[in-house]
């Protein structure tokens, strides 16, 4: 299969993740949902450890190796999680508030928060065409912002558009970060994906601590125990949906002809499938005006991606 076409699966990967994270934190308790999903996650990843450590040479795939690491590397992969794990409990909060057509749509704009970063940390500087590409992702953003207000969903004031907010900008940090560890670190994807997936476990547990204890105390009911956890399957498919995406996303970006800026398009596009499912199978309102808001973010990503 060509890289284009490895990319469009990870897009549709991520959009059912988008929509599988949405089924299960819907009206349950969104720290021990996060527990569960990071938890999978690390058992996937941890039979590929034990398996590197005591017999590197008979795994089967490079994309699959977990090289043996130092403590000061250990130490930047625990950075990522702690980074990741806050980006999630964002999001994750922000998805159990608002619909996913609204959250989805705030999280596709992680490119412009990224040069964004790029630009004042980095000392990188967008294109001419990133800056059209910039112009328009802030002009969809404001149209969105008015097209949620007929749902009662305020950009200035709602804090579950504030938390998502928040998680795209952490997102876009960890993005920066993935490029130091990857390119000045030299830590292979396989090893930086299986290592943060097995830290983000006790990164998770005490946030699971604060809701049982709030919750036999009854003070906040956004983290207590009233705000009952209810078992649903979807919670398993979180991170393998993930790992998937990404297992898929390192595949098409190691074929040698591959382009970085169309994947990094192709598979923005799975905004689409977390938008269509929030119309269609949640209920969701206002169809047309957010799909033209949801079509001119990604024109606007393509051009800060292709500008690039």
């Not at 749509?105 to 970063?117: C, K, V």
């Not at 993005?175 to 090893?191: E, N, R």
């Amino acid at each position: 299969m060509t890289w284009i076409g490895l990319s469009a699966i990870s897009a549709v990967l991520l959009g059912f993740y988008d929509v599988t994270k949405k089924i299960a934190v819907r009206k349950n308790a969104v720290p021990i949902v996060l527990l569960i999903s990071v938890s999978v996650g690390a058992a996937i990843w941890m039979p590929f450890i034990c398996w590197s450590t005591f017999s590197p040479t008979s795994v089967p795939h490079p994309i699959l190796k977990v090289d043996s690491l130092s403590f000061a590397e250990h130490g930047l992969l625990l950075a990522k999680s702690i980074l990741v794990g806050a980006s999630w409990t964002f999001a994750f909060f922000a998805l159990k508030r608002l619909p996913l057509s609204i959250a989805a749509p705030i999280r596709s704009t992680s490119p412009f928060w990224t040069i964004a970063m790029a630009s004042l940390v980095l000392g990188e500087r967008p294109t001419g065409t990133q800056w059209i590409g910039i112009v328009i992702v802030l002009l969809a953003f404001w149209a969105f912002s008015a097209v949620s207000l007929r749902e009662g969903v305020s950009f200035k004031t709602d804090r579950g558009v504030a938390m998502m907010v928040a998680a795209t900008i952490l997102g876009a940090l960890s993005s920066i970060y993935d490029k130091y560890l990857l390119q000045t670190a030299m830590i292979a994807p396989s090893t930086v994906q299986a290592w943060f997936s097995v830290y983000l476990v006790p990164v998770m547990v005490p946030m699971a601590l604060i809701w049982w204890r709030s919750g036999r105390k009854n003070k906040d009911r956004e983290l207590s125990v009233h705000a009952l956890f209810e078992w649903r399957w979807a919670i398993l498919g979180i991170s393998p949906l993930l790992l998937a995406a990404d297992i898929v996303y390192f595949t098409a970006l190691a074929d040698p002809d591959a382009l970085v800026s169309v994947i990094s398009v192709v598979r923005r596009c799975s905004v689409v499938i977390a938008f269509l499912f929030g119309i269609r199978a949640l209920g969701e309102a206002n169809f047309w005006p957010k799909a033209a808001c949801v079509v001119t973010i990604l024109c606007g990503v393509a051009l800060l991606v292709l500008g690039g």
